[in-house]
Structure formats: C-alpha cells, structure tokens
C-alpha cells in the first residue's frame, strides 16, 4: 500500500517531488496545468526532465494527473463538448510525458442520465481514438451535487459498457464523495457491504486508486465538502476502509484541506496510525 496528496504544482515541476517528500509522499497526484481555466502552456521540457529525475530517486510510483474542472464531457452543449474533449487529448498526451501511468477524470453533468452518459462515452472515444498511448483513464465517482453523474456505480457501469475500448478505462473510489451520495462507510459492516457493492456492479479489478477524504457534511448530503481524516462525519470508518483486505496493495490519495504542511503532516501521522491499529 502507498499513501501520497495531492501536491501543487506551483513554481514548477521541479518543486513537485520535493513537496512530496516533506509530506512523505510514496505515490502522488497533481495537476498538469491551471486546474480552472481552459488556457494552457506547452511542458517546459527542462522542468519535466527534474521532475521524472526526482520521482525515480525518491521511488514515488503511481503519478496520477487529474484533469482541470471545467472539462464536462456528459454537455449536451456542443462547444463545451468539444472543448471538453480537447482537453482529455491534451492531458492524456501531457500525462503521458510527465511519466504518469494514469489520467483522473470527473464525471460530467447533464440533466438527461441516459443522454449524458451516452455522451460521455462518445467524448471518452473520441479522444482515446486519438491519443493511442499507455495512459489509463480513471473515472472518479461524484457527490452527486446538482446535475451530476457517478454518484452511483451504476452509472459507471454504464459508462463502461459504452467505451470501446475498457481496459483503457478504470475507477477512482473518492471516500468522501460515496459517502456524501448515500453510501455508509461509518462501520466495518458498511466498509465491507459498499466494497462488495462496487466489486458486483464495477468489479475490484477496476480499482486503481482510492482517494482517501473523510468528509465534513452528512451521509447523503450530496455536499462534496472534504475533512481531515477520522475528524469528520466518516470518522472511525477510515480505519475500516484504510485496512479492508480488498484494499490492499492499492494507492491511496489524500486531498484533505490545506492551509500548510503541518495540516497534510497530521492527516499522514493519522493514517499511519490507522495502519498500524489494523
């Protein structure tokens, strides 16, 4: 099992690995350009030759890249639709010179479920017919807040069953987001009937990574409001999820709140904490 955060990109690349190991990072997740905004520059070949140097002497495996915000390939609006799909070619193609085996991806939103997720999967085609490299492409599940999709693991499913390709294609398990949209992780009763409950629809094989929030509004709230871990609603739970035998051997990623280093130094000190009562 290896535990990292999302770490910032500020200042470069080549500051990347160093934030990492302050945290003690031994996998990492980071944006590969402004996550809120749909301008973009081209990789500074320099900064990315430091920063793939550093991942292999500090041994950080997997890097995970999570896309920008605004791509919503679930539109029915057109232009956003082909922007949106732009932006996945362009981050498969930065993914995969970054040294990054796997590419993060919200779930878009539409107010037509069958549509939207028609639609996503055109869009998931379309640049995955463009970009023919290793990158996999992990579906993250949602909160479920206004319009969105992924919510439910059905819909990933269905998803799954409309890609062309879907051994291109994965799941990220968001803890704060399932549990914001109904799923009780509370107890080691609910830990095991929701893992069971992913294995039968998407299948445990398709699990790459679990983002690992406790969350700060209640079960069902649809709320996607992320909490340092074991201090939220989720609380003991984490433990139970931490040290599931059907999560073993899995990453995990922290994107708890962040003022400064020693917030993300409490929430790894909690983790390793958890490890070890289990």
Not at 102 to 111: A, E, R, V, W, Y
Not at 113 to 128: D, H, P, S, T, V
Request: contains cysteine; glycine residues 8%.
């Amino acid at each position: 099992m290896r535990i990292g955060f999302h770490i910032s990109i500020a200042g470069g690349f080549k500051q990347v690995v160093e934030r990492a190991r302050q945290r003690q990072c031994e996998t990492i997740q980071l944006f590969s350009r402004n996550p809120r905004g749909w301008k973009y520059k081209p990789l500074d070949q320099d900064d990315v030759v430091i920063f793939k140097q550093e991942v292999r002497r500090e041994c950080i495996s997997p890097v995970f890249v999570h896309m920008p915000y605004l791509a919503n390939l679930a539109s029915s609006d057109t232009p956003l639709f082909v922007r949106s799909v732009d932006s996945l070619i362009e981050d498969l193609k930065r993914s995969e010179i970054l040294g990054a085996r796997f590419l993060i991806m919200h779930i878009g939103s539409s107010h037509d479920r069958c549509k939207g997720i028609k639609r996503m999967a055109e869009g998931i085609n379309r640049a995955l017919s463009r970009v023919k490299n290793g990158v996999m492409l992990l579906l993250e599940n949602t909160a479920g807040s206004g319009n969105e999709l992924g919510s439910e693991f059905e819909h990933i499913r269905e998803i799954f069953d409309t890609v062309d390709d879907e051994e291109r294609v994965g799941v990220v398990f968001d803890t704060a987001h399932a549990f914001e949209a109904g799923y009780d992780l509370r107890t080691r009763n609910n830990v095991d009937k929701t893992i069971a409950e992913f294995d039968r629809v998407l299948s445990l094989r398709k699990l790459y990574l679990i983002h690992l929030n406790d969350s700060k509004t209640k079960r069902g709230s649809r709320s996607d409001r992320h909490w340092h871990i074991a201090k939220g609603e989720i609380g003991d739970g984490m433990g139970y999820i931490l040290n599931h035998p059907a999560l073993q051997g899995k990453p995990f990623i922290m994107e708890t709140p962040r003022t400064n280093l020693k917030e993300d130094l409490m929430n790894m000190k909690m983790v390793r904490k958890l490890l070890s009562k289990g």
